[in-house]
Nanobody
Framework: QVQLVESGGGLVQPGGSLRLSCAAS????????IGWFRQAPGKEREGLAC????????YYADSVKGRFTISGDNAKSTVYLQMNNLKPEDTAVYYC??????????????????WGQGTQVTVSP
């Protein structure tokens, strides 16, 4: 059974940092791509970044480029999203998703087969 579990969310002040984790189980990392998404209340789900375990390539949305960094630990089947200089508009539920594919760009949510349950990130004074 494939399972993605996010962790690391919470309340942080503007300008602060958080590191989210996405632990994958029930599937190998062969040709695996994991992406991070977020959804704020009343807004559409937004793709943030993805990483390919096949070639370690990473792709980012312009909205987070330079502030967020995605990385992966093949041995732990875990992907991280380091978020720096957080802003109130980063407040959302953050999700990770997985698909067996080798991307050449940031993949939209429709490409992904497996999803985690989400973790809340709140940026507030």
């Amino acid at each position: 059974q494939v399972q993605l579990v996010e962790s690391g969310g919470g309340l942080v002040q503007p300008g602060g940092s958080l590191r989210l984790s996405c632990a994958a189980s029930g599937l190998t990392t062969d040709y695996l791509t994991i992406g991070w998404f977020r959804q704020a209340p009343g807004k559409e789900r937004e793709g943030l970044a993805c990483i390919s375990f096949s070639d370690d390539e990473t792709y980012y949305a312009d909205s987070v480029k330079g502030r967020f960094t995605i990385s992966g630990d093949n041995a732990k089947s875990t992907v991280y999203l380091q978020m720096n200089n957080l802003k109130p508009e980063d407040t959302a539920v953050y999700y990770c998703a997985a698909v067996r594919d080798v991307p050449f760009e940031l993949l939209p949510d429709s490409f992904y087969d497996y999803w985690g349950q989400g973790t809340q990130v709140t940026v507030s004074p």
